[in-house]
């Protein structure tokens, strides 16, 4: 027995193709249609499982081997009862005849057969021993002719058999076409429902998902409520009122008491001076500051650029004035786009004994900052973005930082803005720059709105404090100290 798998996308291929390798005779074991998610990981929609006889193999391997693929492919279109009796006529006339030998020496000497043939046979013989000759003068015959003549032939008796397997067989494949269609059907059903299954899916996610930020919420609010509800010692409450009055950060004031619950003991926390000093001292780890990178030792003879950046009204250029007239050998470099500051170049010149430039484009800043750092000199840019794009600054201050190494981006706030407002200018800035220098702290009137700017952007140092007008006396390296004693009116 012979058994052989054929895959093909449609039934009609895939029976075509076991007739042509198999032969008609050939039995159908298995059939599988692949489908559904099976189906996505299969090369072909149909899986036939044949099989056919050493025997009958064997006779349709003898007619393959004398016709050749032109006729191959003409001879496997006919139906399958026409190629069923040529392959089995033709086997049998082109199958050798053996006639019974003594014993003996078998076919040897005395004992080999003689070949006599008679001249009215090897004209028959002749004629029916070539199948090209037969499979030809067919084409000119009618089929229902060939049929008639086999049919009387000595296969009369297999016919009925025949016509038994060919309606089993039709019978298979009606039901395998109804299988299909059936198949489908359902193939269609369910990628409908898989595509509403998707959507119920996100739907449920998103619902999750907003269940889990609602939970998250209310786990935040319960801890509040229950911090708040809590019975508070003196000292803490004296606290908490006092922050609140201030303006510190509502979730600053609820970690500090967290950290005075749990550092100090009941008796610590009725004295109000014990809380104070344990908040004070946490407030001042809190604000980090820092000294300018010019002010640095390691800097002391490398020229240094140092960059001010912030929006209009925060008093920009008088702080850089400021700045530039702590180090001695410094130029200021300012671009054009300022037209609401008015700068007395005598007066700086005079009295800082500080260079003052204006340049139009960002190429004559870098060049001019590049002439001045080879000759070990400060410099100092003035750079109001105004209505300038934050990638075009940023372009700018990368440029920058490429071409020389010690390079220090500050941002510039005022005190007497808005804590809302100062926030706006670093979320603009925050990303690009190195430091603050606060502005008009003399005018403040919130510092606590600083405080709250110093624990919300803690990456960014506090460098320098404007105190004054013009005055170079008027500007002072940023201390903890300084805004912790402006929150608590210390003097």
């Known amino acids: 027995m012979y058994v052989r798998k054929f895959e093909a996308d449609t039934l009609e291929e895939a029976l075509g193709t076991i007739k042509k390798e198999l032969g008609p005779d050939a039995i159908i074991l298995k059939t599988v249609t692949n489908k559904g998610l099976k189906g996505a990981f299969k090369k072909k929609k149909i899986e036939i499982t044949a099989a056919i006889s050493e025997k009958n193999y064997s006779r349709k391997a003898k ?77 000119e015959v009618e089929t229902e002719s060939e049929m008639d003549a086999l049919l009387s032939s000595n296969y009369v008796e297999e016919e009925p058999q025949r016509k038994e397997k060919e309606e089993t067989f039709k019978q298979e494949m009606h039901k395998e076409e109804v299988n ?132 209009m009204t925060s008093g920009q250029s008088t702080m850089l004035r400021k700045i530039a007239s702590l180090k001695d050998k410094s130029i200021i470099i300012r671009n054009r786009e300022q037209s609401d500051f008015k700068e007395n170049i005598t007066f700086s010149e005079k009295f800082f004994n500080i260079e003052t430039h204006t340049f139009d484009s960002v190429a004559e800043i870098v060049q001019a900052t590049r002439e001045n750092i080879e000759k070990g000199v400060n410099v100092f840019i003035d750079y109001k973005s105004g209505s300038t794009e934050v990638d075009d600054v940023k372009k700018f201050f990368d440029g920058l930082r490429r071409s ?33 220098v606060i502005t008009h702290l003399d005018q403040c009137l919130n510092y606590g709105a600083l405080f709250n700017i110093a624990i919300a952007y803690e990456e960014l140092p506090f460098k320098f404090f404007g105190t004054g007008d013009v005055v170079p006396d008027d500007i002072e390296n940023a201390t903890a100290e300084r805004v912790l004693a402006g929150v608590f009116q210390l003097n």
Not at 67 to 92: A, G, H, P, R, V
Not at 409 to 428: A, F, G, M, P, T
Request: aromatic share 6%; net charge negative; hydrophobic share 35%.
């Open 63 to 139: 007619v393959d081997n004398v016709l050749n693929t032109e006729q191959k492919d003409k001879f496997y279109q006919n139906n399958s009862s026409y190629i069923s009796n040529m392959i089995n006529s033709t086997s049998n006339e082109i199958a050798p005849k053996t006639n019974p030998v003594a014993s003996g020496y078998g076919a040897m000497g005395l004992n080999k057969p003689a070949q006599a043939r008679t001249i009215e046979q090897a004209p028959a013989v002749s004629q029916n021993s070539s199948l090209d000759d037969f499979l030809s003068a067919s084409n």
């Open 180 to 311: 299909l269609k059936r198949h489908h059907v359902n193939d269609e059903v369910s990628k409908e429902n898989l595509e509403i299954n998707k959507e119920i899916v996100e739907v449920i996610e998103s619902q999750r998902n907003k269940i889990d930020e609602l939970e998250k919420r209310l786990y935040e609010l319960s801890q509040n409520v229950s911090s708040i509800d809590r019975p508070k010692s003196r000292g803490v409450s004296d606290l908490v009122s006092t922050l609140r009055t201030l303006d510190i950060d509502e979730k600053y004031t609820q970690a500090l008491i967290r950290k005075v619950n749990f550092e100090l003991s009941d008796n610590e926390q009725e004295d109000a001076d014990a809380v104070f000093e344990f908040a004070l001292k946490e407030m001042i780890n809190d604000i980090n500051t820092d000294l300018a990178l010019f002010s640095k030792t390691d800097n002391e003879e490398v020229g240094t650029v140092t960059v001010v950046v912030s929006d």
């Open 404 to 436: 020389f190494e010690n390079v220090e981006i500050l941002i510039s706030l005022s005190s007497i803005h808005s804590e809302l407002y100062n926030k706006k200018v670093l979320n603009r800035y925050a990303k690009l720059s190195d430091g603050l």
